[in-house]
């Protein structure tokens, strides 16, 4: 399984990029959701999340990720999803996830 | 439109539709598997509702358990709640009837605001974006619920999407009715062990009450019931008995000699050696005895027997029906080592108290005759260990007094009595009738 790991891209612009494992479920899902929140509570107002070597999201990921977005816009701060499979950006489209967030190719 | 782009389209819609099944059926899957694994009930609900928001796209969700004595809603797990939202809610009786009556299946909040429940928390759930409630119904007793958010893609919430809701709450149902059962089940198990650690402290006050009153007739032996459970004590721990065997040897030891307060005062108290009539009288105590604690329903088993055969000997000589070694309950052994050792080492109205060398001798001499070797054995361990230090228990010193037990050569007398005994010795007696 891929480790979930995160990394600054630019300090100037705010954005941080969280990177998902091969499998999004109840374990990564709240290594990312902690990630993310830590991110956003040290002021970056732009998460990104990257799904390029992620497979499979399941219900638990689903609700994980809807609760970044929740935190995300309580504080104005954008998520983007970044390269998602076309599995999981049908996922994400079908349960109205990307209305609340940029899907990134 | 076209054949082809119309065959196209509904192809695309089927296809969705068939991911949005395959998609909420992993999840009901998965709901079901973590109910009936046996992980810890607040685990159990967060990842349930996880997989609840998750199969739907549901923004934000809490789970509530319902306490039918405080009639009270509160709350197991909650996602996007807030810190605002009430972690307690309390229900009326009318609350209640009104969700028993609906069952389980989702209640729209904005249309039932005519129940005290919508009424009284209407700006906590508005706050918090709550679009459904699903009471959790099962078996017409009400478990808990189900609050509901927005659904992240904006829809309405589809009868289908309430019918996987249901499906998705009665597991949650069953998992809140087991952690019901189990804490009832724990209550009762709590409840139980409090009467009958009650019930053995009664048991105890009443022993003890019932040894102070048979010392309390015998002038001359007085503590002797006390002594000799408390050397029955000794020797039980010393085989390696466990603590509730050894408790009950101690009583056994308290109540050996009940039967005494049948007997005549004048003979009990004779300060002469009885005649042959009264020893025949005073030899009747150990059935006696057997009669007073056989209806009674002890804790430990066979006090009454310790009573009836406390007199027997592993020879047959013994008393009342003159038994053998093996015939003889072990328990009526234990009590008669520890019977005659008090005898041995108590003042008497007639004599004093034998010295350690001549008890120690008695009892080699008497192993595997009047007491079983492994429990000679055991006192004398008992005893060692005690004199050395090795064991923090003053039975001995407090029973035999320190005058007694810091008399000279008792050590080297004692090891002797030990090492003599243990490796040469028959477990057993053979006799025949």
Known sequence: ?105 | MKLQEMRSTNFSRFAAERNKLVHTFGALAEIGQEVSNKHNFQETVRTSLHLVLGSLGIMRGGVVRYTRFEHELNMVSARGLGDDFPFGMSLCYEDERQFLANGLYPIECDQARVLPFFQVYDRSLERAKIELFVPLVVRDELLGGIFLGEKASGEQYTSHDKEIICAMGRHIGVAISQRNLMAELERRADENRRLYDDLKMTYKDTVKAFAAAIDRKDKYTEGHSVRVGKYSEAIARELGWGEEEIEGAAFAGYLHDIGKITVERKIINAPYRINAKESTELNKHPGAGYEILQPIRHPYAGVPLAAKYHHERLDGRGYPDGLYDREIPYIAKVVNLADAFDAMTSDRPYRRRRSAQEVFEDLQRNSGKQFAPELVTALLRGVIRELSGESKDKTFRKMLGREYMESEGLMPMVRTALNELAPTTPLTFVAHK
Not at chain 1, 60 to 80: E, N, P, W, Y
């Open chain 1, 1 to 105: 399984m891929t480790e979930v790991s995160s990394q600054v891209l630019s300090d100037s612009q705010g954005t941080a990029t969280v990177f998902a494992g091969d499998y999004l479920n109840k374990l990564s899902g709240e290594r990312i959701e902690r990630e993310c929140r830590a991110k956003l509570n040290a002021g970056y107002r732009e998460i990104i999340v990257d799904f390029s070597g992620t497979e499979l999201v399941n219900s638990i990921g689903i609700s994980i990720l809807m609760g970044v977005i929740d935190a995300a816009s309580g504080i104005g701060a954008k998520v983007v999803f970044a390269e998602p499979n076309p599995m999981t950006t049908e996922l994400f489209d079908m349960l109205g996830l990307t209305r609340h967030v940029e899907i990134r190719a």
